[in-house]
Nanobody, 115 residues
Framework: QVQLVESGGGLVQPGESLRLSCAAS????????MGWYRQSPGKQRELVAT???????NYADSVKGRFTISNNNAKNLVYLQMSSLKPEDTAVYYC?????????WGQGTQVTVSS
């Protein structure tokens, strides 16, 4: 079992920045990658960014150049630094931990970008 707890969501204006954090606990030794997905009303959950234990990253085209994913393996943390936020980035952001046998999800944190 892996538990994930996200933090850092909130309400910001367009163009501002926000950093999300996700703390993993439990059977973390099997995690080979972590990342972030998001879901806005009426839409399917979509990939935002992922990072492997070795630091390889993958980003959705819509966030490339604006979002940066990073991790702190020693503290079992993954971060998502979001800059130049747009109203279309408004969504619930979910942390994911990928293990060989299954994925685990956090409870989600709301990010709202509005003037």
């Amino acid at each position: 079992q892996v538990q994930l707890v996200e933090s850092g969501g909130g309400l910001v204006q367009p163009g501002e920045s926000l950093r999300l954090s996700c703390a993993a606990s439990g059977s973390i030794f099997s995690i080979y990658a972590m990342g972030w997905y998001r879901q806005s009303p009426g839409k399917q959950r979509e990939l935002v960014a992922t990072i492997t234990g070795g630091g390889s990253t993958n980003y959705a085209d819509s966030v490339k150049g604006r979002f940066t994913i990073s991790n702190n393996n020693a503290k079992n943390l993954v971060y998502l630094q979001m800059s130049s936020l747009k109203p279309e980035d408004t969504a619930v952001y979910y942390c994911i931990a990928k293990l060989p046998q299954r994925n685990y999800w956090g409870q989600g944190t709301q990010v709202t970008v509005s003037s």
